[in-house]
């Protein structure tokens, strides 16, 4: 598949809509012609540009390392710290295995066993699983798409040490035996009235990693869309980055409810807001739905990456394309749209009517169908081509074994009858860690058999492999096969120990011998991982796979590629040839760092036209302190220290901003730069060409969806309790609330027509326009609170979700007030300028959604109630 | 008088009753035969959902069987379908075929599978939440331990008990389910599926048990620190012993007539155990604890963590947390131990 003949573009050429707004756009020829793809390369040129790239992309050295933000390094240290959390958690639960082994054993206390599940499922799922996918696709993504880091290398670093500082505080809680015990999915009442530290070291501790990660999402979503290479269209991207798309867009759409549950969670914890208390009008159910909503899409963010590793491995076992491309892509998307649907049948023995349970099972069923399709796909790929029985298929094959166990037992418990009798049994322990470790253990082992001569030019033991394989296989199935019969014959889960007559005792014991097997498998891999394994291979792509990461040559090239390639096949490296030698050459776009700054060449989201060269971000502290000081305003809540928790997140917004207005959107040079092959891109967009632009829009997506979860509750309210508001409530006060929208629709006015303004060349005009948006919005979020402020949020659910709301526009404000004093202060500083005003754009985009989010709060609190 | 050298030594934690393991599995001969005679002996448990005894149980169990012999198949021609393109290398399919197998397999057959499962599946909904022909039993999730009241046909009083509840045979029974401080789950495998207990809410469910027998159910919703200790008995009796059996229930305390006994009710009424517990025919009205009325006829103590025995019963009053950690209840250890076995003499005596 190629482009139409090449063109001329820039001059007198129609420009794209998203492009209308632009001072500069592309100019020259775009695509390459033959000629230009031929052409000999002067090879003292390319030494020259080598050595200048090279300097431009090494690691800082010494100690400075630790600074460093490229996607192979952060990538490196993310995944490796995932992986330690991984082998805690695993740990965790070989002692309650032990403690298991027999009845009446005495071996830890019932409140040390609680914690340790809490924390192994709480571990698994937020410092393992998640983070994992995360850190491989960031290790990964760029090499896919043959660009040279991601967007955002920043904020991958900064997301790191976020997940690091959150990881060890709230492992570390175990240590002080001090680690919350309520169970990964925290149900109140048994959380709310828990007088200890450990469900606010839960709530808060994960809340600051949920942020991390939607942070990694957003990176993700938007390496995806825009920093592909010129000519590999959307439906040309490899089946690993689609799927890197669908679960990024499921994180962001999953985790933020669980955010907006752990906002009113900790407001009821810290501040005795009723959200969940039965007898002042909350209802425990509602954090069960809002936990659920994540809850469900969660299996599937953990099992799609899996299959997207399984996706660039099987094609490399069949030495040929996937058979079925698009019918894998439409189901990953498919499986992410369904798995919101879903959440409920988690919920089959609350009490629910009929008609949901139907719907639901249905529902729940339907699942099958896009993975079947899934799963089917391989094996047709796998038919059709000539299977090489590499490593890492064998682990995908065990992965597949496991995994379709799991999810036959899947089939079974979403029919709401029979969960009826599996639900919270050990019938639901063995399904869940059949569809885990098919759908997410034994992939990722298998992948990084795959990908490790990808990332260290080395190979790891076939034979080790091997071993490492069927002991894991085989404890597998011996520790969890048994756990289906143990929960049919009664057996609940999260119970510390049990009576030795009632026939669980055998089983039992069985499936703890298997969890020692596990671990024996586990550990060989770990080994063979960490094991020295001479000297770096010359192959570079050790199993013949077409996607382009094979052409790299990390570790002793940070720069990713030499040269950004024009990509016209789903698989370069096998069907377009001497694709990798010239690309070696410097032969296609930006081979050469003039100026001796990182960049990467932004194309457009769906046809991947170039747009744009990115300046990104290299090595700096300041990501560490803002990780940091972060950590600090969100730990210090947990022990009621509010002061320096106010400090650290002052301190911590502090670092932000420094690093943005040192490192982002820097005025350029010369605003257009020459990166080869006739093509001339802009060196500064603003707006929808910019990947900051993209990052603003796709963090607020997360945003909104977290603030109607927030109107979710409210209305879940309503809709359950007949007594929502209380028939003789007070209300907030509806002269406030008015202004509060008038002023709220004033500020974002005003911030609009400023960038305009800007862009016309009128800065004082613009300043004033800013100046006047931030006082408004003061004056809003002002009014929003005090419009509440005679209501006591403690006596009633009602009021207390109306402060809930206000709070969280009014927190909204703070950053649109921040964003505008940015703005402001780039125009005084000379950072913003009426031909480069990326900032202005971002705040408008921002202050887009606060609207919306104002306008909403303000109708909830104010109108809705005095119309019911 | 008892001495102190009476007093029990470190108890032995076990079930209420060593449980007999019934006979009887002749529903499951409707049942596929995949399923061999030894897992049938595996299956066999006095808290098994596989071992029904109750028309609600036993449809669930069918349902089990049917699905799991279905998934045992579909398992193996998905994996032998694996299997067979590796191990027998056979020729090449073209990615025409193999998009056919995509749809084929994909699509079109679970398709199928799922809309024949789903029918089977939600048709036996209804019937296992079909309103009860009578007897209304209310049971409340308190931390640890399960609170009983039953309310026969036409009752305005109920009667209340404790981690024990009796089921008439052959007759559908309405339960309701409440819960104080958390939430907890109402499960009794032999005779039905869960239903959770949730504050603020009332939740129902029914059941209808075939034949006579003793079962143990338990929480099964995660609940706290002693969450593993919140076990209960069931009792299913033939509707004539059913109907003695509420009578007994519903008369007052029968009080031992020994000398220890009657120095363990004064002791318990002394210390202000009444202030919990209700004891119906003495001053003892408390409601914060289960009612212990009858506690000397019940088969378990202290929802399954204990038997009704001498000794059990004392060390329980000692030190409740030391056999149930968090246990709500304070320890007595500061009594005399004399009268802490006057005091359990006197509840085991409590018929």
């Given at each position: 598949m190629t482009d139409a003949t090449p063109s001329r573009i820039g001059e007198g050429y129609r420009r794209a809509d998203l492009e209308k707004h632009e001072v500069h756009v592309a100019e020259g020829i775009y695509p390459p012609t033959e000629e230009m793809l031929t052409a000999p390369i002067d090879p003292e040129l390319a030494d020259a540009q080598k050595e200048r790239l090279l300097a431009v992309w090494n690691d800082p050295p010494g100690w400075r390392y630790w600074s460093a933000v490229n996607n192979s390094e952060v990538g490196l240290w993310y995944s490796l710290t995932a992986f330690a959390f991984m082998l805690i958690a695993g740990c965790l639960a070989l002692v309650m295995r032990l403690q298991l082994a027999i009845p009446d054993n005495d071996l830890i206390s019932a409140d040390r066993f609680n914690q340790f599940f809490t924390m192994h499922g709480s571990a698994m799922m937020f410092l393992f699983a998640v983070p994992m996918f995360e850190a491989i696709s960031i290790l990964l993504l760029p090499a896919f798409l043959g660009a040279r880091d991601m967007p955002f290398p920043r904020l991958s670093a900064y997301g790191y040490w976020s997940f690091l500082i959150g990881g060890i505080f709230v492992m570390g809680s175990l240590l002080f035996d001090a680690g919350p015990a309520g169970g990964w999915f925290m149900y109140p009442p048994l959380t709310t009235i828990d007088q200890g530290v450990g469900p606010d070291i839960w709530l808060l501790g994960l809340s600051f990693i949920e942020v991390a990660s939607i942070a990694a999402a957003v990176e993700l979503i938007v390496g995806t869309i825009?920093?592909?290479?010129?000519?590999?269209?959307i439906n040309l991207m490899p089946l690993y980055a689609w799927y890197v798309l669908v679960v990024g867009a499921m994180i962001l759409f999953a985790f933020p409810p669980l955010i907006a549950g752990d906002f009113l969670f900790e407001l009821q914890r810290s501040f005795d807001w009723p959200f969940f208390d039965p007898e002042r009008g909350g209802d425990p159910l509602l954090w069960q739905h809002l936990f659920w909503i994540f809850g469900h899409p969660e299996v599937y963010i953990i099992f799609l990456p899996s299959i997207a590793v399984a996706a660039m491995v099987v094609p490399a076992a069949a030495q040929r394309p996937m058979v079925g491309y698009n019918w894998i892509v439409l189901s990953a998307v498919g499986t992410g749209f369904l798995s919101f649907g879903l959440w409920v049948h988690h919920m089959f023995t609350t009490g629910l009517p009929s008609i949901s349970l139907g719907f639901f099972s249905a529902a729940s069923e339907a699942v099958v169908i896009p993975t079947g399709v899934q799963l089917f796909a391989f094996v047709a790929t796998l038919l059709a081509g000539r299977v090489k029985m590499i490593l890492p298929m064998l682990w995908i094959a065990g992965a597949l074994a496991i995994f379709t166990a799991g999810g036959l037992t899947g089939v079974m418990v979403a029919l709401a009858p029979f969960d009826w009798q599996a639900h919270d049994s050990y019938f639901v322990v063995a399904h869940l860690h059949y569809t885990l470790f098919g759908g997410m253990v034994f992939p990722l082992i298998g992948g990084v058999y795959f990908f490790y001569p990808f990332i260290r030019k080395q190979m790891m033991s076939e034979r080790l492999g091997r071993i490492s394989f069927w002991l894991t296989f085989v404890g597998f199935n011996i520790c969890f096969l048994p756990m289906h019969l143990t929960g049919l014959k009664g057996m609940p889960r999260r119970v510390y120990t049990y009576p030795g007559d009632v026939g669980w005792d055998t089983l039992n014991m069985i499936s703890t011998v298997g969890a020692f097997v596990i671990a024996a498998g586990i550990a060989v891999f770990a080994w063979d991982l960490v094991r020295p394994k001479g000297k770096l291979m010359e192959d570079r792509n050790p199993w013949n796979e077409g996607s382009l990461m094979w052409s790299h040559r990390i570790p002793d090239h940070y720069w990713g590629v030499r040269s950004i390639p024009y990509v016209t096949s789903r698989n370069p490296l096998w069907d377009q040839p001497g694709i990798v030698e010239r690309m070696d050459q410097g032969g296609y776009y930006l081979p050469d760092a003039q100026e001796g700054l990182r960049e990467t060449i932004i194309t457009s989201a769906i046809d991947a036209r170039p747009q744009h060269v990115t300046r990104v971000t290299g090595p700096a502290w300041c990501t560490m302190w803002a990780a940091f000081f972060t950590g600090g305003a969100f730990i210090f809540p947990t022990f009621h220290w509010y002061p320096p928790a106010v400090i650290s997140a002052v301190l911590a917004v502090a670092c932000v901003i420094y690093w943005l207005w040192t490192s982002t959107a820097r005025i350029p040079e010369n605003p257009m730069k020459d990166v080869n092959l006739g093509l001339r891109l802009p060196t500064y967009v603003s707006g929808p060409s910019a990947p900051g632009w993209w990052g603003v829009f796709i963090t607020m997506l997360g945003d909104m969806t977290a603030f109607a979860s927030l109107i979710f509750g409210y209305f879940f309210y309503w809709t359950v309790h007949p007594n929502f508001p209380p028939p003789l409530a007070d209300h907030a006060n509806g002269a406030w609330v008015a202004l509060s929208a008038l002023c709220y629709a004033a500020a974002w006015g005003a911030t609009r027509v400023a960038r305009p303004i800007n862009r016309s060349g009128a800065v004082v005009m613009a300043q004033v326009l800013l100046s006047a948006g931030i006082v408004l919005a003061i004056a809003g979020a002002a009014a929003i609170m005090l419009s509440v402020?005679?209501?006591?949020?403690?006596?009633?659910?009602y009021p207390a979700i109306l402060w809930a709301i206000a709070v969280w526009t009014a927190v909204h404000t703070i950053v649109g007030i921040i964003m505008q004093g940015y703005c402001l202060a780039g125009t005084i500083f000379g950072k913003v300028m009426p031909e480069y005003d990326a900032p202005i754009w971002n705040t408008v985009l921002f202050w887009h959604f606060l609207l919306i989010t104002a306008l909403v709060s303000t109708a909830v609190v104010g109108l809705v109630p005095r119309m019911m | 008088m008892l001495s102190a050298q009476d007093l029990p030594q470190p108890f032995d934690r076990k079930l209420a009753h060593a449980l007999p393991l019934r006979p009887g599995t002749d529903h499951l001969k409707a049942a596929p035969a995949l399923a061999a005679f030894g897992f049938l002996t595996a299956c066999?448990?006095?808290?098994?959902?596989?071992?029904?005894?109750?028309r609600d149980a036993e449809t669930l169990a069918d349902l089990f069987f049917w699905l799991v012999a279905g998934a045992v198949v579909l398992w193996v021609l998905m994996n032998g379908l694996m299997f067979y393109a590796w191990r027998a290398k056979p020729r090449p399919i073209s990615p025409k075929t193999g998009r056919w197998l995509i749809f084929g397999g994909g699509i079109v057959f679970p398709t199928v599978v799922l809309a024949g499962l789903l029918s089977y599946g939600l048709s036996v909904i209804p019937d296992q939440r079909a309103p009860g022909e009578g007897l209304r039993v209310e049971i409340t999730g308190e931390q640890w331990w399960f609170r009983v009241a039953y309310w026969p046909e036409g009752a305005t009083e109920p009667i209340h008990s404790a981690n024990e509840v009796v089921f008439p045979v052959g007759q559908r029974s309405e339960l309701t389910l409440k819960a104080d401080q958390v939430i907890h789950s109402f499960w009794l495998p032999s005779l039905a599926g869960k239903t959770d207990m949730i504050p603020g809410r009332v939740n129902r469910m029914s059941l209808e048990p075939t034949e006579p027998g003793e079962f143990r159910g338990q929480c099964a919703e995660y609940c706290g620190e002693s969450h593993a200790w919140m076990a209960f008995t069931a009792l299913t009796l033939m509707p004539e012993e059913f109907d003695a059996f509420l009578q007994d229930l519903a008369a007052p305390a029968v009080p031992p007539d020994t000398e220890v006994g009657q120095a363990g009710r004064t002791a318990f009424m002394a210390h202000g155990c009444g202030g919990c517990h209700t004891i119906r025919g003495t001053p003892a009205r408390g409601n914060v604890g289960p009612d212990l009325t009858h506690v000397g006829s019940r088969l378990n103590l202290a929802a399954g963590a204990l038997d009704v025995t001498v000794p059990d019963l004392a060390a329980w009053i000692t030190d409740p947390k030391a056999i149930k950690a968090g246990a709500k209840m304070p320890a007595y250890?500061?009594?005399?131990p004399d009268e802490i076995v006057a005091m359990a003499v006197y509840l085991e005596g409590l018929k």
């Open positions: 825009k920093c592909r290479p010129p000519g590999m269209r402020a005679a209501l006591d949020p403690t006596s009633h659910v | 066999v448990g006095p808290q098994s959902a596989l071992d029904p005894a109750g250890d500061h009594l005399d």
